[in-house]
């Protein structure tokens, strides 16, 4: 088992819809959490960042942290075709490290 | 730009030959970290430096791998006598500090024939 697991997907919605985006993880140990965005050939984008639990909102983004279930979440509101890409989960700060550990990432597809 | 810039954006290479990646970070950054992304998977840590030093190169998949940040800004990963699961795209991040969020290049898309 990995120790952050991501549904690949492909995730299909329609434009307009809120996409709901989700990372379980095995380390209680991770503090940092983040979300990328990645279009295809491009690099990853930095979207969230978060320390410990909560939530955090981002104009049509908001990222949510549970760590009792280990569990973090990207929700996007009102999404519009120019949302489609790989969405990646990392985390980091476990045992003192802050190199992050990613997801496989979820493909997303908003179609018109 | 400001970004961080990686150089070749695509390079082909016959098996055996060596091949040298570069990294330019965003100015001032002091850390910087190498990457390797599969098709379809997240990237998977190779090497880190803090300014000069090479802190962390656990994630080299073997010595044919060898990284280097001589003075601290730009840097280049080089792979010696390349095979064919060296295909990948090479990622190159930077950042300020321990904590802070990562920035990303646009990455090499490495193929040996």
């Known amino acids: 088992q990995k120790e952050v697991e991501q549904d690949p997907g492909p995730l299909s919605v329609p434009e307009g819809a809120i996409v709901s985006l989700n990372c379980t993880y095995s380390n209680s140990a991770f503090q940092y959490f983040m979300w990328y965005r990645q279009y295809s050939r491009k690099g990853p984008e930095l979207l969230m960042y978060?320390?410990?639990?909560g939530n955090k909102e981002d104009g049509r983004f908001t990222a949510q942290v549970d760590k009792s279930s280990k569990y973090i979440s990207l929700f996007i509101r009102d999404s519009q075709p120019s949302d489609s890409a790989t969405y990646l989960c990392?985390?980091?700060?476990?045992?003192?490290?802050?190199?992050?550990?990613f997801g496989r990432g979820t493909s997303l597809i908003v179609h018109p | 730009g400001a970004g961080v810039s990686q150089s070749p954006r695509y390079k082909v290479a016959k098996r055996g030959q060596d091949v040298a990646l570069r990294c330019d970070p965003i100015?001032?950054?002091?850390?910087l970290f190498w990457y390797q992304q599969a098709l379809g998977q997240g990237p998977e840590f190779l090497t880190y430096f803090q300014n000069e030093a090479q802190l962390d190169k656990s994630g080299l998949p073997s010595d044919r791998f060898f990284a280097e940040r001589p003075e601290g800004s730009v840097s280049t990963l080089k792979i010696q006598r390349t095979q064919q699961e060296d295909s990948a795209v090479y990622l190159c991040?930077?950042?300020?500090?321990?904590?802070?969020?990562?920035?990303f290049g646009d990455g090499t898309r490495l193929s040996i024939l």
């Open positions: 990392a985390m980091s700060g476990a045992g003192g490290s802050y190199i992050p550990t």
């Open positions: 991040a930077s950042n300020q500090g321990q904590g802070q969020p990562q920035h």
């Open positions: 100015s001032g950054h002091v850390s």
């Open positions: 978060t320390y410990s639990s």
